[in-house]
């Protein structure tokens, strides 16, 4: 998966040319979490109680990618 994920954010940003991306996944998906932290995605902050799993709530995630930082780091 790693690989297909490079792909699509170099398509992002050399192709559609859009200066950053964004992911969300909630707090308990610490899988997830890992991979978008590895790709170059920077956590820029948590939404409490905002997703409804499992008759409970749980804090959303936010993370950005930069272009910029993309290009970098690449």
Same mark, same amino acid.
């Given at each position: 998966?790693?690989? !297909?994920?490079?792909?699509?954010?170099?398509?992002?940003?050399?192709? /559609? *040319?859009? *200066?950053? !991306?964004?992911?969300? $996944?909630?707090?308990?998906?610490?899988?997830?979490?890992? $991979? !978008?932290?590895? !790709? @170059?995605?920077?956590?820029? @902050?948590?939404?409490?109680? $905002?997703?409804?799993?499992?008759?409970?709530?749980? *804090?959303?995630?936010?993370?950005? /990618?930069?272009?910029?930082?993309? /290009?970098? *780091?690449?």
């Amino acid at each position: 998966y790693f690989s !297909i994920n490079k792909w699509m954010i170099n398509h992002c940003f050399q192709q /559609l *040319n859009l *200066n950053s !991306i964004f992911a969300v $996944t909630s707090e308990d998906h610490a899988v997830v979490r890992l $991979t !978008i932290e590895r !790709i @170059g995605f920077k956590k820029v @902050g948590k939404l409490r109680s $905002t997703l409804f799993k499992d008759g409970k709530y749980l *804090n959303s995630i936010y993370y950005d /990618l930069l272009k910029s930082d993309w /290009l970098k *780091n690449k």
